[in-house]
């Protein structure tokens, strides 16, 4: 069983920062993928960024490329969303994900039903 807790949401304008924070409680998560997907209202939840927890392989979503790092701390069993140059379109519920299982296939990555454990969620929120 895998739990997660979120942190660091909140509101901040645009072309700002922010850093998400998702601490990860298992006996182990070799072979573990961790991800971070988002909702905004009315829509439906996209994938945002994954990291393989063993290599540190990491994927992004075209939207957020060069503007969104994903990282990890082995010893401290927390994964991060750095998040720079915020937009008002990157304003939604923000959820790290977790599920076992790796691959060469970037867009394995993005596939939210492949994700068995998720985070309560946390809003950002970016104004204009």
């Known amino acids: 069983q895998v739990q997660l807790v979120e942190s660091g949401g909140g509101l901040v304008q645009a072309g700002g920062s922010l850093r998400l924070s998702c601490l990860a409680s298992?006996?182990?998560?070799?072979?573990?993928?961790m991800g971070w997907f988002r909702q905004a209202p009315g829509k439906e939840r996209e994938f945002v960024a994954a990291i393989t927890w063993n290599g540190g392989n990491k994927y992004y979503a075209d939207s957020v490329k060069a503007r969104f790092t994903i990282s990890r701390d082995v010893a401290k069993n927390t994964f991060y969303l750095q998040m720079d140059s915020l937009k008002p379109e990157d304003t939604a519920v923000y959820y790290c994900?977790?599920?076992?299982?790796?691959?060469?296939?970037?867009?394995?990555?993005?596939?939210?039903?492949?994700?068995?454990?998720w985070g309560q969620g946390t809003q950002v929120t970016v104004s204009s």
């Open positions: 994900a977790a599920k076992l299982g790796v691959s060469n296939n970037a867009a394995y990555y993005a596939r939210s039903t492949l994700y068995s454990y």
């Open positions: 298992a006996r182990t998560f070799s072979s573990y993928t």
